[in-house]
């Protein structure tokens, strides 16, 4: 089966492809995602407190379900996009780049040569060594490489950052608030607006772009918006919401109140 070719096929043709953040190493998630129909899914390695191992079990759990499996290594090393591939990720969703020369850096760790510098293994990704031929010929182009657009200092760059042939960008409110001066908010002041104004830049290009919502009516709107990638939220943060839900209905208080 192609790499994300049931995602690309709805970013080409301009509908949304929902997704799923995943925090939790439980591979069931992702089992579960794939049979409820979820598009895609990115397993978060930046933050929380999975592992390599855990990227295998939903690469297990999601395999021959068409689902396309990202994940967001917790840098933008080598080590960390490299494991991440090797260990058969269908795509990465790289954090916090605010050039194009991060971009150029990070296309070197991942794409084989002549495209980058990406250097062979046995692992998982070739069918630990028994599929590897057919790996190397096709990864250059079935993998998708996703820059998150998260900072001021990316808002300033971006027309370069999409001159390096990207196919797809990733928002992140959160860190854009926080790059401008509004820690812990979501969508600071002027940032719903740089959202709207990335997002019409980028399809002027060719180029989808995706982003997280945190209710349903949320991701009503993101889609209608135009975004091509749109997570209904994360696992832990949806089962959060449902609960929190179910208490309230029954009269019970609930605490806090969670990002996603």
């Known amino acids: 089966m192609t790499m994300n070719a049931n995602l690309r096929e709805k970013l080409q043709k301009g509908e949304t492809a929902f997704g799923l953040w995943v925090t939790s190493e439980e591979p069931a998630v992702s089992e579960v995602a794939a049979l409820l129909g979820i598009d895609w ?17 939903h690469l297990t759990a999601a395999k021959g379900s068409g689902m396309s499996v990202f994940v967001r290594p917790p840098s933008q090393d080598l080590e960390a996009i490299k494991r991440s591939l090797d ?14 020369d991060e971009v150029r850096k990070a296309y070197e760790h991942f794409y084989y040569p002549p495209l980058g510098r990406r250097g062979l293994g046995g692992e998982r990704s070739g069918k630990w060594g ?11 182009d079935e993998l998708m490489f996703v820059p998150m657009i998260e900072t001021q200092k990316a808002y300033d ?6 001159d390096e042939k990207v196919e797809t960008i990733f928002l992140g409110p959160g860190d854009m608030s926080a790059s401008r001066g509004a820690v812990g908010e979501w969508e ?4 719903a607006e740089i959202n709207l104004d990335i997002l019409r830049r980028a399809k002027e290009r060719g180029v989808a772009s995706g982003i997280v919502a945190r209710s349903t009516e949320e991701a009503i709107l993101r889609r209608d918006q135009g975004f091509g990638m749109v997570s209904l939220g994360s696992d832990i943060g949806l089962m959060i919401r449902q609960i929190r839900s179910m208490s309230e209905a029954l009269g019970k208080t609930s605490v806090g109140h969670r990002w996603f």
């Open 130 to 140: 028994l599929g590897l031929e057919e790996y190397v010929a096709n990864a250059n």
């Open 188 to 191: 600071g002041p002027g940032v």
């Open 157 to 162: 760059n971006l027309d370069e950052i999409l």
């Open 87 to 100: 260990m058969g990720a269908h795509g990465i969703i790289l954090p916090l780049v605010d050039s194009a």
């Open 41 to 57: 899914i990115c397993v978060d390695l930046e933050h929380g407190y999975i592992n390599y191992k855990a990227v295998a079990g």
